[in-house]
């Protein structure tokens, strides 16, 4: 995928992320939107970073299929890698919870 980067400077924010949730963003300093490629699965990544621009902490990731969004993960990342609890969505609706080890 190409384009570009975005990165916001926020203090205390909620970014809507689906209709009826929310991720909460207080306290961080980085928020960036980038293409991503999660397990195998293209698409575009919304939240927290670590120092190497890896997803870190909360945030929201889209996969697109045809160029139009497919399904939405809303969670906690490690070092790139979804971790704890998080969630799955389409077309605003719960699809389901899920753990990550």
């Known amino acids: 995928m190409t384009g570009g ?4 400077d926020v203090r205390a924010r909620s ?3 689906v209709d009826g949730g929310a991720i909460n963003f207080d306290g961080c300093t980085k928020v960036v939107e980038i293409e991503y490629c ?8 919304t ?3 670590n120092e190497e621009g890896k997803p870190h902490g909360h945030g929201s990731f889209v996969r697109e299929s045809d160029g139009e969004s497919f399904m939405t993960y809303v969670g906690m990342w ?3 890698e979804r971790i704890g609890e998080g969630r799955y969505y389409t077309d605003g609706r719960l699809l389901g919870n899920v753990v990550w080890d």
């Not at 999660?38 to 990544?45: H, S």
């Open 78 to 80: 490690k070092h790139g």
């Open 38 to 45: 999660c397990a195998g699965n293209r698409g575009k990544y």
């Open 15 to 17: 970014v809507s992320v």
């Open 5 to 8: 980067n975005t990165t916001i």
């Open 47 to 49: 939240g927290e970073v």
